[in-house]
């Protein structure tokens, strides 16, 4: 049935957040701190090999220009850390010692964006046999597990973007899979591999990226594939 693979992906990252919240107060604070590094160090080496795999570097410098400006004109970025807060008032008590904001917003970004993500919900939309969300099931429920540990309950509301963006695609790919050639998956996940890195970074605390409002540009890139392929 089209769109089990992203229930199931969904309910890894549920359980591995809960797993993780369990497993907080008995991992060591220095543990933590060398597991996101070990993370953030991960997610920069996705975004590596996803980022080589573009066929023409303009398309995606435009694509990062164009989505820039959608993304601040939109306020991706704020809204997404509006409604981070918004979580956080309503399961802190006031303490403000969960910080789920921050959780909330990482770990939307790193399930969201990324190629498993666009090609196992374009590989479900198109054939129903979704193995790519499978594995990448897997992975983001162990991954689920080192965040929630070191971040805290926010991690388990990243499955509602999650449902939404990935199901959302898998919609899109069933109606329009005449338009989802190799070229225009191949600059979407170069793009979306740049805004990997930028999560990457931001989470080694090396600098403060609004990879929120970027999140358009994955899209244009794709529109831009599309609009070349179709008129020249």
Known sequence: MIGTGTLVNVAAIAAGSLVGVFLRKGIPANVKGTLTQGLGLAVILLGLQMAFKTQNALIVIASLAIGGVIGELTRIEERLDNLGQWIQQKTSNGSGENKVAGAFVIASLIYCVGAMAVMGAIEDGLTGQPKILFAKSML??????????????????????????????TLAASAASTYLS????????????LLIIGIGLNILELAKIRVGNLLPAIFVAAGIVI???RCF
């Open 140 to 169: 983001d429920g162990i991954a689920s597990v080192i965040f929630a540990s070191t971040m805290g309950i926010g991690v388990i509301f990243s499955t509602v973007p999650v449902l939404l963006y990935q199901g959302a695609i």
């Open 182 to 193: 190799d070229w225009v998956i191949a600059e979407l996940t170069a793009t979306g591999g």
């Open 227 to 229: 609009v070349i392929e």
